[in-house]
T-cell receptor, first 114, second 116 residues
Framework: SAVISQKPSRDICQRGTSLTIQCQVD?????MFWYRQQPGQSLTLIAT?????????ESGFVIDKFPISRPNLTFSTLTVSNMSPEDSSIYLC???????????FGPGTRLTVT | AQKVTQAQTEISVVEKEDVTLDCVYE???????LFWYKQPPSGELVFLIR??????QNEISGRYSWNFQKSTSSFNFTITASQVVDSAVYFC?????????????FGTGTRLTVIP
């Protein structure tokens, strides 16, 4: 199984600022995903990040608000731009393993926007 | 349409009681995967089980058991002799690799509270 770390684990940010969340995997993976979990809600996919190509965003999420980088097969970043209190959520990174049905999640980044 | 439905928003049981968490899914794919995850208050997602659409055998792991029924598109999760440590939010999820996407579609979760 893959071991995934995320930085920071939590942060409190002011409205209007941006935060970049890092996701590091201990092995090379093809697909990486970013999910958002708003307070008391389920997980919603933000985008799929593949190395060497632009991220694919789900409906309701745009690149200007959530730019994503995927410079190599073990690392990705998600930036939450121009934050508002509505962006307060847990942001989770996940990866797809060698078998397409394998899904591993990072510990999440708990973001609070004041 | 919601791909994964968890109709039970919250459940409370007294310790040592059995509890079943319901999950109903919707897909047109013949090949798909179903998952259950546990999310304790700390926030991380703990993987519990994965089933593929071709394996309808029920599975038991300690106090946990899963009942997969394709005829009713259900994948229910039972905890036997519940413990306080079982208190968490439980998510059922669906993967449809046949669509070319490997991401998971999550249900809205069921918050389980086990009362000592």
């Amino acid at each position: 199984s893959a071991v995934i770390s995320q930085k920071p684990s939590r942060d409190i940010c002011q409205r209007g600022t941006s935060l970049t969340i890092q996701c590091q995997v201990d092995s090379q993976v093809t697909m990486m995903f970013w999910y958002r979990q708003q307070p008391g809600q389920s997980l919603t996919l933000i985008a799929t990040a593949n190395q060497g190509s632009e991220a694919t965003y789900e409906s309701g999420f745009v690149i200007d608000k959530f730019p994503i980088s995927r410079p190599n097969l073990t690392f990705s970043t998600l930036t939450v731009s121009n934050m508002s209190p509505e962006d307060s959520s847990i942001y989770l990174c996940s990866v797809s393993g060698t078998a397409i049905y394998e899904q591993y999640f990072g510990p999440g980044t708990r973001l609070t926007v004041t | 349409a919601q791909k994964v439905t968890q109709a039970q928003t919250e459940i409370s049981v007294v310790e040592k009681e059995d509890v079943t968490l319901d999950c109903v899914y919707e897909t047109r794919d013949t090949t798909y995967y179903l998952f259950w995850y546990k999310q304790p208050p700390s926030g991380e997602l703990v993987f519990l089980i994965r089933r593929n659409s071709f394996d309808e055998q029920n599975e038991i792991s300690g106090r946990y058991s899963w009942n997969f029924q394709k005829s009713t598109s259900s994948f229910n999760f039972t905890i036997t002799a519940s413990q306080v440590v079982d208190s968490a939010v439980y998510f059922c999820a669906l993967s449809e690799p046949g669509t070319g996407a490997n991401n998971l579609f999550f249900g809205t979760g069921t918050r389980l509270t086990v009362i000592p």
